[in-house]
């Protein structure tokens, strides 16, 4: 076993699989005909998204053009209707798929097989669909993540039928007609379902629309550095007076810094739109080099810069290299001689790359890293390797401290954005640790102490190290479940934590809570977690962390343009702004289902003695 392991990624490794996992399971035919099928899935599907030149680009188009081939597109079809059909864990993917993959009214001339692949693959999508209007999403889990604590809520959070939102695709596809839309409607008691789907309607119409993003109010005055600075002033004087109510203080400041930075993008866009028009100069952005200038007035010059490149690439590639050429000493300028610009330089850099306005080799002289977003994530820590050096030895001295090695296993979970490749160089990173069974719980309080002591790092919220209190029964390990709510306190369910992070320690601790802990979660049960069924939590969870949280709320946007989306009258009833719209997104987000939302299940007939 090589250590750090992630142990969601022998799912797609044989070899580690057989090592980390029980005879019992790793050698059972259903165990490994299911990641022989999964793999077969990831496979097809990176062969033919890798080959694109750009997300948005039709599959009829980018068959035509000869980037893939009939061959390929049949067998990812074929892979998907496979999937979507005979599991009923997986048809949640459908929401994240790319629309251009979608079968449409156009009649293509493919051969045989690939039209019947087609055909097959939109009858299943259509019942997958269908059953997913049944189920009632949390409306801000696809928009910005932005839920208040659980211990301030009042009732449920605003829902919706997510699903429903797809409706203008699918009309706009041929895969639905309005009349059916509407008898689905009219025949619907459930109000959330009838609200979602009235929303969607409203942006039918409008569809094939081609507009940009909504525009914004125009500053009534000329785009110059002092005109900036007294906006952004302005508003964020109001930021600060504003009253935010009874919240958390750690929530007040985070939506101070979120108002704070849609303030910057706010003036962002207006230099932008100043820049596309013929309104501001390279000689204008040259004085926000002076020391007169703000920070937040250079990180504003730097979103205008980048969004104006942009949105020329969309329609002129030439025009928008040579826009770059103008701006690009005044960039290169702010990232040699202000810092604090560095991480807006670096997105926006990362997103020129992405269009090919410049190289690699570019952003390697800058030390500006390209993380695995796609996965593995194992493959993320190498650009945190001082951090990983501490954490390694932080593990290490669990052992060596009698009181808190009776209290947990020698090994640490790191998780979270840093792991996940999206999260900024500054940005915490999140741990986690088992308990022992049999500890009483109130040795808590010492624990938390002996926790903060051994993990002292100025990256380490040790007070927030999730801990999951161990039970132990018939040679097996489970997580205890706790009624209140406390970020701290890990929950069985917390699938993306338990899987999808990296475990370090002790090589045999870990060996012990793979066999112990993690392989049950594999075999078939019928257990039931507050009402709901245990395998479609830890399925949740798993999706949830990957592809919502906070890939889709501000991760992704780091790293890409925008391709596509849906930027029609009326798109805000289906939260046409955000993220999940976006095509690119959409082939991150199918590309993370397949290899991070992904569970094998064993009934638990089937398990042989190892």
Same mark, same amino acid.
């Given at each position: 076993?090589?250590?750090?392991?992630?142990?969601?990624?022998?799912?797609?490794? !044989?070899?580690?699989?057989?090592?980390?996992?029980?005879?019992?399971?790793?050698?059972?035919?259903?165990?490994?005909?299911?990641?022989?099928?999964?793999?077969?899935?990831?496979?097809?599907?990176?062969?033919?998204?890798?080959?694109?030149? &750009?997300?948005?680009?039709?599959?009829?188009?980018?068959?035509?053009?000869?980037?893939?081939?009939?061959?390929?597109?049949?067998?990812?079809?074929?892979?998907?209707?496979?999937?979507?059909?005979?599991?009923?864990?997986?048809?949640?993917?459908? +929401?994240?798929?790319?629309?251009?993959?979608?079968?449409?009214?156009?009649?293509?001339? /493919?051969?045989?097989? +690939?039209?019947?692949?087609?055909? =097959?693959?939109?009858?299943?999508?259509?019942?997958?669909?269908?059953?997913?209007?049944? $189920?009632?999403?949390?409306?801000?889990?696809?928009?910005?993540?932005?839920?208040?604590?659980?211990?301030? &809520?009042?009732?449920?959070?605003?829902?919706?039928?997510?699903?429903?939102?797809?409706?203008?695709?699918?009309?706009?596809?041929?895969?639905? $007609?309005?009349?059916?839309?509407?008898?689905?409607?009219?025949?619907?008691?459930?109000?959330?379902?009838?609200? !979602?789907?009235?929303?969607?309607?409203?942006?039918?119409?409008?569809?094939?629309?081609? @507009?940009?993003?909504?525009?914004?109010?125009?500053?009534?005055?000329?785009?110059?550095?002092?005109?900036?600075? @007294?906006?952004?002033?302005?508003?964020?004087?109001?930021?600060?007076?504003?009253? #935010?109510?009874?919240?958390?203080?750690? &929530?007040?400041?985070?939506?101070?810094?979120?108002?704070?930075? %849609?303030?910057?993008?706010?003036?962002?866009?207006?230099?932008?739109?100043?820049?596309? %028009?013929?309104?501001?100069?390279?000689?204008?952005?040259? $004085?926000?080099?002076?020391?007169?200038?703000?920070?937040?007035?250079?990180? !504003?010059?730097?979103?205008?810069?980048?969004?104006?490149?942009?949105?020329?690439?969309?329609?002129?590639?030439?025009?928008?290299?040579?826009?770059?050429?103008? /701006?690009?000493? @005044?960039?290169?300028?702010?990232?040699?001689?202000?810092?604090?610009?560095?991480?807006?330089?670096?997105?926006?850099? =990362?997103?020129?790359?992405?269009?090919?306005?410049?190289?690699?080799?570019?952003?390697?002289?800058?030390?500006?890293?390209?993380?695995?977003?796609?996965?593995? #994530?194992?493959?993320?820590?190498?650009?945190?390797?001082?951090?990983?050096?501490?954490?390694?030895?932080?593990?290490? !001295?669990?052992?060596?401290?009698?009181?808190? #090695?009776?209290?947990?296993?020698?090994?640490?979970?790191?998780?979270?954005?840093?792991?996940?490749?999206?999260?900024?160089?500054?940005?915490?990173?999140?741990?986690?640790?088992?308990?022992?069974?049999?500890?009483?719980?109130?040795?808590?309080?010492?624990?938390?102490?002996?926790?903060?002591?051994?993990? @002292?790092?100025?990256?380490?919220?040790?007070?927030?190290?999730?801990?999951?209190?161990?039970? *132990?029964?018939?040679?097996?390990?489970?997580?205890?479940?706790?009624?209140?709510?406390?970020?701290?306190?890990?929950?069985?369910?917390?699938?993306?934590?338990?899987?999808?992070?990296?475990?370090?320690?002790?090589?045999?601790?870990?060996?012990?809570?793979?066999?112990?802990?993690?392989?049950? /979660?594999?075999?078939?049960?019928?257990?039931?977690?507050?009402?709901?069924?245990?395998?479609?939590?830890?399925? *949740?969870?798993?999706?949830?962390?990957?592809?919502?949280?906070?890939?889709?709320?501000?991760?992704?946007?780091?790293?890409?343009?925008?391709?596509?989306?849906?930027?029609?009258?009326?798109?805000?009833?289906?939260?046409?702004?955000?993220?999940?719209?976006?095509?690119?997104?959409?082939?991150?987000?199918?590309?993370?289902?397949?290899?991070?939302?992904?569970?094998?299940?064993?009934?638990?007939?089937?398990?042989?003695?190892?």
């Amino acid at each position: 076993m090589i250590l750090p392991l992630v142990p969601v990624e022998s799912f797609f490794d !044989s070899v580690l699989a057989a090592d980390i996992w029980p005879k019992s399971i790793s050698r059972n035919e259903i165990f490994m005909y299911q990641l022989k099928l999964r793999k077969e899935l990831k496979e097809c599907l990176d062969g033919v998204f890798d080959s694109l030149p &750009r997300p948005d680009i039709p599959l009829e188009t980018a068959i035509a053009e000869g980037y893939i081939t009939e061959e390929q597109v049949t067998k990812l079809y074929t892979a998907l209707s496979d999937l979507l059909a005979d599991d009923r864990d997986y048809k949640r993917l459908i +929401l994240y798929l790319p629309f251009e993959l979608l079968p449409n009214k156009i009649r293509h001339h /493919y051969e045989k097989k +690939l039209q019947q692949a087609l055909e =097959r693959f939109g009858k299943i999508y259509i019942d997958a669909w269908k059953n997913l209007l049944y $189920t009632h999403d949390v409306r801000a889990n696809f928009v910005n993540g932005d839920v208040l604590e659980v211990e301030r &809520r009042i009732g449920d959070l605003p829902r919706v039928v997510k699903a429903a939102h797809l409706i203008p695709k699918l009309v706009q596809n041929g895969l639905l $007609t309005v009349e059916e839309v509407v008898a689905l409607m009219e025949n619907s008691d459930d109000e959330i379902l009838k609200n !979602s789907i009235a929303a969607a309607l409203s942006v039918v119409a409008n569809i094939g629309a081609k @507009t940009r993003k909504q525009k914004i109010n125009a500053i009534p005055m000329a785009i110059t550095l002092a005109s900036v600075q @007294t906006e952004l002033d302005k508003r964020f004087s109001q930021i600060e007076s504003e009253d #935010f109510g009874d919240i958390m203080p750690r &929530r007040k400041a985070w939506l101070k810094k979120k108002s704070r930075q %849609e303030t910057i993008w706010y003036m962002g866009e207006h230099i932008s739109m100043a820049i596309v %028009e013929d309104g501001f100069s390279p000689e204008v952005a040259m $004085t926000f080099l002076t020391h007169d200038a703000k920070s937040a007035s250079r990180q !504003s010059l730097i979103e205008g810069i980048g969004k104006a490149i942009e949105f020329i690439a969309s329609a002129d590639f030439r025009k928008a290299q040579v826009l770059y050429t103008q /701006y690009e000493a @005044t960039l290169l300028n702010l990232w040699k001689n202000d810092p604090e610009t560095r991480e807006t330089l670096s997105k926006t850099f =990362r997103r020129f790359r992405q269009l090919l306005i410049i190289r690699d080799e570019q952003l390697a002289e800058l030390n500006i890293v390209i993380p695995k977003l796609a996965g593995p #994530f194992s493959e993320n820590l190498k650009f945190m390797k001082q951090e990983m050096d501490e954490i390694r030895a932080m593990a290490a !001295s669990i052992e060596q401290n009698p009181e808190l #090695f009776k209290l947990i296993y020698p090994t640490v979970l790191i998780f979270g954005s840093r792991l996940n490749g999206y999260g900024q160089q500054d940005a915490d990173i999140d741990l986690g640790v088992c308990v022992r069974p049999r500890t009483s719980f109130a040795k808590r309080a010492r624990l938390k102490e002996l926790l903060k002591k051994t993990f @002292t790092h100025e990256k380490i919220r040790a007070d927030e190290i999730v801990e999951f209190w161990l039970e *132990e029964k018939n040679g097996r390990l489970k997580v205890r479940d706790f009624a209140e709510s406390d970020v701290s306190l890990g929950q069985s369910y917390w699938t993306h934590v338990l899987f999808g992070a990296a475990w370090e320690g002790n090589e045999d601790t870990v060996r012990e809570l793979c066999e112990k802990l993690l392989a049950p /979660y594999m075999i078939r049960t019928e257990e039931r977690i507050e009402g709901r069924d245990a395998r479609g939590l830890y399925l *949740e969870a798993l999706e949830q962390s990957t592809l919502q949280y906070r890939l889709m709320h501000n991760g992704y946007q780091r790293f890409f343009p925008p391709y596509g989306g849906i930027h029609t009258p009326h798109s805000g009833g289906i939260d046409g702004n955000s993220m999940f719209w976006d095509s690119g997104y959409r082939q991150l987000a199918t590309k993370l289902f397949v290899s991070r939302v992904f569970l094998p299940e064993i009934p638990a007939d089937f398990l042989k003695k190892s």
